[in-house]
């Protein structure tokens, strides 16, 4: 069990991350916090949080930040990083909190080519939709949960076992790349 009542809620991000690492123990590869400096003045304006999961520890992750704070949900980019495609689900905390008390969150998870699947996050936060299908389509990785994981950005005809992004036998081939002129 973790020590926070939460009341008062963490709100710094030093204990943020004391929270999340009492809570996950030893499922989080790693927790990085940086300040971002903005403006004339070089101020502090906001920090990012950067962290790393096991994906089975990424929806106990995702519900310890509603704990703390709505989260924002930004986009999902991703990556072919070789065995495994990188997934970054990009969030922000305490968005009404003013300059410098922001957080923004970077949830890293691992998905290993030989289960590209993920736990959908579209029953907690709807808008999630079109970032996972793009995920889908473009890496081939399945959300589970995720009602439609139809294509979003290529053409209806297209086939669905050639993942644009990928880098390895499920990427392009020459015959999907055409010149334009």
């Known amino acids: 069990m973790f020590k926070y009542s939460l009341n008062p809620l963490p709100k710094t991000p030093e204990e ?3 929270f999340l690492e009492e809570r996950l123990a030893n499922n989080l590869e790693s927790l990085e916090i940086r300040e971002m400096v903005a403006g004339a003045e070089e101020k ?3 920090y990012d949080m950067w962290i790393t999961c096991d ?3 990424f929806i106990d992750l995702v519900d310890s930040l509603f704990m703390l704070d709505f989260p924002i949900f930004h986009v999902i980019s991703g990556d072919d990083a070789g065995d495994f495609v990188l997934l970054n689900y990009h969030f922000s905390l305490f968005t009404s909190a003013g300059r410098g008390k922001r957080v923004g969150v ?3 998870v691992k998905v290993q080519k030989n289960d590209l699947t993920m736990p ?3 029953d907690k936060i709807p808008g999630i ?3 996972e299908r793009e995920m889908h389509e473009m890496l081939g990785v399945s959300f ?3 009602p439609d994981q139809s294509l979003v950005f290529l053409p209806e005809n297209w086939d669905e076992k050639v993942h644009p ?3 390895d036998d499920s990427g392009l081939s020459p015959k999907h790349i055409r010149e334009l002129s």
Do not use: D, P, Q
Request: net charge positive; proline share 0%.
């Open 120 to 122: 959908s996050l579209y």
């Open 16 to 18: 943020i991350k004391s």
């Open 55 to 57: 994906k089975g520890a």
């Open 129 to 131: 939709e079109y970032s």
């Open 144 to 146: 589970e949960g995720l």
């Open 44 to 46: 502090m304006s906001f």
């Open 106 to 108: 970077v949830v890293s």
């Open 165 to 167: 992004w990928r880098r």
